[in-house]
């Protein structure tokens, strides 16, 4: 029986430099993606927004205008009430693309209104132990932090069966580390779940790895202390120019 040879260090060379090839590749993949989902949200927000912001005020104008019309009057406000939920789905569809909250407000914000909004929206109890202050970080670490964030809920929802959720980030002069903690059913059932999965969500977390890598840092899933899931994610600060 043939022993298979071990790689030599020409190949190791090559594998170690495919490998951060890939991972260059792949940053600079998401970056592009984050820009164009970020124009696709200004587009949405300036063109269709501002049209349907005119049409809400036209409508309202010509409501007073109508005669005492029963029929009528129901009839414009079945337009009035369908234009609202236009106008809605249309600000859900910017958030998605782009939360604009990371850029006007910062991370520090747009992290905490996300954990408020996800608990409200699928009853459980969702806390946020934030820096008092804004997080002295890249905005491409605010992003990553935020599309990870926002794929661990996601996860959460879709196979950690939990009821309580905490998302705790620390800012220091090296790093930024956010740690998501749940009392779900553990990484490994987690695991087992997503991979009989149809859709995407299995593959969000691997691509936030792929994306902290780019910058440096690392995102780890292991079983939390007392039950549950952990995932942390550690993002070195670039050195700051002298």
Not at 177 to 206: C, E, H, I, Y
Request: proline residues 5%; hydrophobic residues 40%; charged residues 25%.
């Amino acid at each position: 029986m043939s022993v298979p040879a071990s790689p030599t260090p020409q190949q190791d060379a090559h594998d170690a430099r495919r490998s951060a090839d890939l991972s260059e590749l792949l940053g600079h993949v998401h970056t592009c993606w984050d820009n164009e989902r970020r124009s696709l949200s200004r587009q949405l927000h300036d063109s269709l927004g501002s049209s349907l912001t005119a049409l809400t005020m036209h409508l309202g104008l010509l409501m007073q205008k109508l005669p005492e019309d029963q029929a009528l009057q129901d009839r414009a406000n079945h337009m009035k009430k369908l234009l609202g939920q236009i106008v809605e789905t249309n600000r859900q569809m910017q958030i998605k693309l782009w939360n604009d909250k990371l850029e006007f407000l910062g991370v520090r914000v747009a992290l905490g209104e996300l954990v408020e909004q996800f608990g409200a929206q699928h009853q459980i109890q969702a806390r946020s132990s934030l820096p008092d202050d804004e997080l002295d970080c890249p905005r491409s670490h605010g992003i990553v932090l935020l599309h990870t964030l926002e794929e661990a809920l996601r996860n959460i929802v879709a196979h950690a069966n939990a009821t309580e959720v905490d998302v705790i980030v620390d800012d220091n002069e090296d790093e930024v580390m956010m740690t998501v903690k749940d009392n779900g059913v553990g990484p490994q059932a987690q695991a087992a779940d997503a991979a009989g999965s149809a859709d995407g969500v299995k593959f969000g977390l691997r691509m936030a790895r792929e994306r902290a890598a780019y910058l440096g840092g690392t995102l780890t899933l292991a079983p939390g202390h007392e039950g549950g899931a952990t995932l942390t994610m550690i993002l070195p600060k670039p050195p700051k120019a002298a």
